[in-house]
């Protein structure tokens, strides 16, 4: 919609300055608004993707460590656990020999 008021303007600076061989000051200033907007767009592309990267590289980092979180609290969830499985086996044992004598 901005692409075809501005080829409008454009358009209607050309007319004018092609009567008289040159581009009016109407031309002249709706072909710098293009360029300086296609100029600012491009940069805003470009910034948008090396953004894009910057999260893409943060969220992999984030994945990594909470894996390694996850890895340390079975570990260590584990480690914790096994005086509790060696007490129940203890008991278990102590049953079973009970019950068999």
């Given at each position: 919609?901005?692409?075809?008021?501005?080829?409008?303007?454009?358009?209607?600076g050309q007319q004018d300055g092609d009567r008289d061989g040159e581009?009016?000051?109407?031309g002249m200033a709706s072909t710098a608004l293009g360029?300086?907007?296609?100029e600012t767009l491009?940069?805003?592309?470009?910034?948008?993707?090396?953004?894009?990267?910057?999260?893409?590289?943060l969220l992999q980092t984030v994945v990594a460590l909470l894996r390694l979180v996850l890895?340390?609290?079975r570990e260590g969830a584990m480690t914790a656990l096994s005086p509790i499985g060696n007490v129940v086996g203890g008991l278990v044992d102590k049953v079973t020999?009970?019950?068999a004598a």
């Open positions: 919609m901005a692409g075809s008021a501005l080829k409008g303007l454009m358009g209607s581009q009016s000051p109407l360029a300086a907007l296609k491009t940069r805003l592309v470009n910034t948008l993707r090396e953004l894009l990267q910057t999260v893409k590289g890895v340390a609290l020999g009970a019950a």
